[in-house]
């Protein structure tokens, strides 16, 4: 028998299923190590955060959230902080917790999500996510946006790397219900992706990230923003 629709939770998990299911497809998505993937091919941290760490940036106590294999996880660790990584995909946290082992970094590893993560509340410094928010349904973003919130220490900060749009089509929030489809994730405009962090965080830098051709020891790409938020 169907759930009803009893508190704020069923009515997210009703539009959770007019999508398709994320662990499956994430599951899948890290079944092949060597598929033409731009972070599969680099191991390196991306070019922005690295440069917030060289501008002063002390992540402290971090949470890397969609950490997939672990590039910037090890390198926050490598650079002092104290992190806890977690991510969906199985595959993608033995990839990482395997990447760790080799570079020696400390990392506390958890394969869950965020939508079902446990923590103390205001514990982190630092939270980052590379990645994972333009792969979140609509529905989803404010439960986000409460977790991070909920997460950071007063004073915290936050950094999000998420497509432009040229990483992705710039599907309108009501079209992704009327497809059914995420149309593999969403490209922000900067008004679009500003006009949701902006009551709760000040921007300190919001850029394109800069493309690094590979091999290199940092990751870029072009069709990505990179922001580094304060929490207000
Ligand atoms: C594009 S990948 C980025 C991986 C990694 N951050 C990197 O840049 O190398 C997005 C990641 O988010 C994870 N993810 C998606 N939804 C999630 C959720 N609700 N909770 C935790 N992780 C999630 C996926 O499993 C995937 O590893």
């Known amino acids: 028998m169907e759930k009803a629709i ?21 599951e899948g998505f890290y079944e092949d190590r060597d598929k ?20 002063g940036l002390q ?5 890397e959230i ?23 995909s199985e595959k993608a946290i033995i990839w990482a917790a395997e990447r760790a082992n080799k570079s020696q970094a400390d990392i506390n590893f958890g394969c ?13 410094d630092f939270i980052y ?11 989803r973003r404010l439960t986000y946006l409460e977790i991070i919130k909920a997460a950071l220490k007063p004073g ?18 009501w079209e992704v219900y009327r497809l059914r489809s995420l149309k593999g994730g969403i490209g922000y405009t900067e008004d679009r992706l500003k006009a949701i962090f902006k009551d709760d965080f000040n921007f300190l830098e919001f850029r394109k990230m800069k493309k690094i051709l590979q091999p290199s020891d940092l990751f870029g790409e072009d069709f990505l923003w990179t922001c580094l938020m ?3």
């Open 59 to 63: 992540p402290g106590r971090t949470l």
């Open 112 to 124: 869950i999500s965020l939508f079902d993560f446990n923590f103390e509340p205001h514990t982190y």
């Open 156 to 173: 915290g900060k936050f950094g999000l790397v998420c497509f432009n749009t040229d990483g992705a089509l710039p599907t309108p929030d």
């Open 129 to 139: 996510d590379s990645g994972m928010f333009h792969h979140l349904p609509p529905h």
């Open 6 to 26: 009893l508190h704020h939770n069923d009515i997210l998990e009703m539009l959770d299923g007019l999508l398709r299911e994320p662990k499956l497809f994430w």
């Open 66 to 88: 969609g950490c997939g294999p672990g590039r910037n996880a090890i390198f926050l660790a490598k650079n002092g902080a104290k992190v806890d990584a977690i991510d969906l």
């Open 230 to 232: 304060e929490i207000k």
């Open 36 to 55: 033409e993937i731009p972070f599969f091919k680099a191991e390196g941290p991306d070019e922005n955060l690295a440069v917030y760490v060289q501008n």
